[in-house]
């Protein structure tokens, strides 16, 4: 492995650590048939200086970062398997005011994410509205939710 890829496995695990093993960000998912849509909001603050480096992510107090992770459970495995998929976000607030959210993927081994970074001002009560298709599936997913943030 050469250092360049081992820097990059040890972001992708450090970013996937503090996106999914947090318990104040508690991780939530979304079960549609097989398939399993994992999301998490945060403050790009909570993420470790270098890692939100590595990433191109930039740490501020007015920016928040999703996360996707979509899973497939295969009849007579045990544990389910990442897939790639499509993955369309949008944030709105309570006002209505309505953002795309790009999304970029990262992949690592066996693991696949798709993170988006978005404005936040001060403490904000945030809609999501994900259309996640994953590859080979015949329609998409829709996951909404809603997450208190709060920026400076």
Request: charged content about 25%; hydrophobic content about 45%; aromatic content about 6%.
């Amino acid at each position: 492995m050469t250092s360049a890829t081992s820097r990059i496995a040890a972001a992708v695990f450090a970013i996937a650590t503090v996106l999914f093993a947090l318990p104040a960000m508690a991780e939530r998912a979304h079960r549609d048939g097989e398939y399993i849509v994992h999301y998490n909001v945060i403050p790009t603050t909570a993420l470790d200086a270098s890692v939100a480096r590595g990433y191109g992510i930039t740490r501020s107090g007015t920016l928040a970062l999703i996360n996707v992770a979509v899973l497939r459970q295969v009849e007579g495995e045990a544990q389910p398997r990442a897939v790639a998929a499509r993955v369309e976000a949008q944030v709105r607030s309570l006002t209505g005011q309505r953002n795309t959210i790009q999304m970029r993927e990262l992949r690592d081994q066996d693991a696949i994410y798709y993170i988006g970074e978005f404005r936040i001002r001060g403490e904000e009560n945030l809609r999501f509205e994900l259309e996640v298709t994953p590859d080979g599936a015949r329609r998409s997913i829709p996951v909404r939710f809603e997450h208190l943030l709060i920026g400076e």
